[in-house]
């Protein structure tokens, strides 16, 4: 079973429940208590992408920020872990509203073409920049990148603008 990276936009209030209780953070986490719209699913592209930023130009608060957007921060329930439902051995962590706007500037500030550019166009340079997982991605992988951190971005500048968290899990 593959696992991949998932995202959601929720309100504080929401996700105060989900803190308390574990059902509500199930119901999240089962994409049946949010908007489609509000759920994202980033597949396998946080390594990638994460390489690729700290290949960037960007400084270092801005590449910071920018592992925010994968890497925990505070588990919302640690009960949650021993659901019956639950299968994954990653927690599930949130950004709080203020934190998302922190991330979503940081987005803001890599250029969707300096995503571009740390590409290497040598194929054989791939896995040596980006990691091994770049080259099961296939393709024309820096216009794919390229997409992938712009709908990151659109996805978090949403958020902070409707002063949403962002929950993550790997699913």
């Not at 929720?10 to 059902?23: G, H």
């Not at 986490?29 to 699913?41: H, K, V, W």
């Not at 770049?134 to 709908?151: F, I, K, N, P």
Request: net charge negative.
């Amino acid at each position: 079973m593959a696992v991949t990276q998932q995202l959601a936009r929720i309100s504080a209030t929401r996700l105060a429940e989900c803190r308390r209780s574990v059902d509500a953070l199930h119901e999240l986490c089962s994409f049946s208590s949010t908007p489609a719209e509000d759920y994202l699913d980033m597949d396998w592209w946080p390594a990638t992408l994460k390489r690729a930023w700290a290949l960037t130009k960007a400084d270092g608060r801005t590449l910071a920020r920018l592992r925010r957007c994968f890497n925990g921060e505070e588990e919302v329930n640690p009960a949650y872990r021993d659901h019956p439902d639950t299968i994954w051995e990653h927690p599930v962590t949130a950004l709080e509203p203020p934190q998302v706007g922190e991330v979503a500037e940081a987005l803001h500030a890599v250029t969707p073409g300096a995503v571009r550019a740390v590409v290497p166009s040598d194929p054989d340079r791939i896995e040596a920049e980006l990691g091994k997982s770049a080259l099961a991605l296939g393709g024309d992988l820096a216009g794919r990148l390229t997409r992938e951190h712009t709908v990151l971005r659109d996805f978090y500048e949403e958020a902070a603008g409707r002063r949403l968290a962002i929950v993550r899990w790997w699913d």
